[in-house]
């Protein structure tokens, strides 16, 4: 396979061009719990929240939505050496993306106990306020994948403009769901185009933090924004977890053995066509940064 920098095939893209001093407002939200293995996705949107020096809009009252005995809340030192209470509230945060007409908003919190739809409601509100064109769920879930291989990203919409446009598929779920699953749908309900993302986290490895499944999701949203991302040094993370998890499943022969039966599956499901692809997005990915690195 070759590649020729000038002959770049365009990718499909989340946000279509806007007009001139205009900006595109897309809402990334993550929430920590059920919906978040590995705290991968939560882990990724602070990553982008610090990336892009997002700074706090709003915080969503805890009290009407969480059971304080379940999700307790804690005591830390302040930098003045007193204690002060840390509540489970959701934050709401905004960045712009340099060099981009893209303004992002963070919702980052914990899945709340409580109302649900009326939750869900106030984010919304919350968005309309915004002006919010786009949302984006970040969510990950335990599978049966191997630590060893690429972390798979599952990106879905139920929106059918946006499916054809970016060559999806519908989420064929069906069971429980947490509030990623609830926020989707009311989102969808109240006419915003809606993506979601799912990263599958290997469960013999759920302890928190999963670095190569929160580099697998800054990939797909990456990929999605069309926007170069700094991840050096998280891949060098992601890079030292999958050696420290090979020296783990090296001391135990059970494990070792299940490892391989994932990679042995893995590698028969995996098609050569598919693996052409994603060294082709890796290859415009590095492309992209080497042209933002430029002078």
């Known amino acids: 396979m070759s590649f020729n920098e000038g002959e770049q095939t365009p990718q499909p893209r989340l946000i279509e061009p806007v007009e001139p001093n205009r900006r595109a407002t897309v809402m990334l939200a993550a929430f ?5 293995a590995g705290e991968a996705a939560s882990d990724a949107l602070k990553y982008l929240h610090r990336l892009w020096d997002a700074k706090k809009l709003a915080t969503i009252d805890p009290d009407e939505y969480y059971d304080f005995q379940f999700t307790r809340p804690t005591v830390r030192r302040t930098a003045d050496g007193g204690r002060r209470i840390k509540w ?27 109302k ?8 919304l509100a919350h968005a309309a306020a915004l002006n919010v064109n786009y949302v984006v769920l970040v969510g990950a879930l335990l599978a049966d994948v191997p630590h060893s291989r690429p972390i798979p990203v599952t990106t879905t919409s139920d929106d059918d403009e ?16 947490g509030i990623v699953g609830v ?10 185009p809606t993506v979601s993302l799912w990263a599958a986290v290997p469960h013999y490895v759920a302890q928190a933090p999963s670095p190569k499944a929160q580099l697998a999701l800054l990939h797909q ?18 890079q030292a977890w999958e050696r420290g998890v090979d020296e783990l499943a090296t001391e135990d022969a059970e494990i070792a053995a299940y490892v391989h039966q994932l990679e042995e599956a893995k590698d028969t499901a995996d098609l050569p066509e598919a693996s052409g692809e994603s060294i082709a997005k890796e290859f415009e990915r590095y492309l992209k940064r080497r042209g933002r690195d430029l002078p």
């Open 162 to 177: 946006l499916r054809e446009r970016l060559n999806l598929e519908a989420s064929q779920y069906e069971g429980p769901i």
């Open 32 to 36: 920590e719990g059920w919906n978040d």
């Open 183 to 192: 926020l989707g749908e009311l989102a969808l309900l109240a006419g915003l």
């Open 221 to 238: 949203i990456e990929d999605l924004l069309q926007v170069p991302l700094d991840v050096d040094d998280l891949a060098e993370d992601a």
């Open 88 to 114: 489970p509230a959701t934050k709401i945060a905004k960045a712009s993306i340099p060099g981009t007409s893209i303004d992002v908003i963070f919702v980052h919190g914990i899945e709340p106990s409580y």
């Open 116 to 123: 649900w739809r009326t939750y869900t409601a106030e984010l």
